[in-house]
């Protein structure tokens, strides 16, 4: 099966930088994904990592070990707007077909 | 960007009756689309996967009599939701993937089932 884990919540300042962490189990590896999601809306993808490394996008980094079954989501200089929850997803299972999310971490931006 | 349409955005129904909700991939064809449910403050708990004309893959613990799904062009996957109970209500959530390759799920705006 898959699963996932990452904090329940974090906490930090505008202009910040805060890291997320996500751990997962799955068979059959494909890749791993963040996605954002705000009160009230739909999730909204940020990125994806198939390969270890570091992958940029903007204010938004997100890294790869799959070796360690671990990646992270990084931002910078935080705004208030990025006040969200965020989710790790694993794409896994036979064919890769299945993407299975993580619990979500909600993340609160402090002026 | 991709677009995914869901209808309605919310419905209230009593109990007893059946829903339908409607995934609509708008400017691209999907090949795959998921539906998720979600609680409030809680994760996305994927239901089913389904492939353009061929069977929803469920997931476990989902009855698939109770939640149909059909997927039956490349552009459109509806959900109904049979019978529904109280504790059906929550947020239901589809999206789209563009090919089997594509790593991006573009997600609809949802759909609010309160059944009383």
């Known amino acids: 099966g898959q699963s996932l884990e990452q904090p329940s919540e974090v906490t930090a300042v505008e202009g910040a930088i805060v890291q997320i962490n996500c751990t997962y189990q799955?068979?059959?590896?494909?890749?791993l994904s963040w996605y954002q999601q705000h009160d009230g809306g739909a999730p909204t993808f940020l990125s994806y990592?198939?390969?270890?490394g570091l992958e940029e996008t903007g204010r938004f980094s997100s890294f790869l070990s799959r070796s360690d079954s671990y990646g992270y989501l990084l931002l910078q200089e935080l705004q208030m707007k990025d006040s969200a929850s965020y989710f790790c997803?694993?794409?896994?299972?036979?064919?890769?077909?299945?993407?299975?999310f993580g619990a979500g971490t909600r993340l609160f931006v402090k002026a | 960007g991709a677009v995914v349409s869901q209808h309605p955005s919310w419905v209230i129904c009593k109990s007893g009756t059946s829903v339908k909700i409607e995934c609509r991939s708008l400017?691209?064809?999907?090949?795959?689309m998921f539906w998720y449910r979600q609680f409030p403050k809680q994760s996305l708990m994927l239901m089913a996967t389904?492939?353009?004309?061929?069977?929803?893959?469920?997931e476990q613990g989902v009855e698939k009599d109770k939640f149909l799904i059909n997927h039956a062009s490349l552009t459109l996957s509806t959900l109904t939701v049979t019978s529904a109970h109280p504790e059906d209500s929550s947020f239901y959530i589809c999206?789209?993937?563009?090919?089997?390759?594509?790593?991006?799920?573009?997600f609809g705006p949802g759909t609010r089932l309160t059944v009383l």
């Open positions: 999206s789209a993937r563009e090919r089997e390759t594509g790593n991006e799920q573009f």
């Open positions: 799955t068979s059959g590896f494909y890749g």
């Open positions: 990592n198939a390969l270890d």
């Open positions: 997803a694993v794409r896994g299972g036979t064919g890769g077909f299945k993407t299975i």
């Open positions: 400017d691209f064809q999907a090949t795959t």
């Open positions: 389904s492939n353009e004309g061929s069977k929803a893959t469920y």
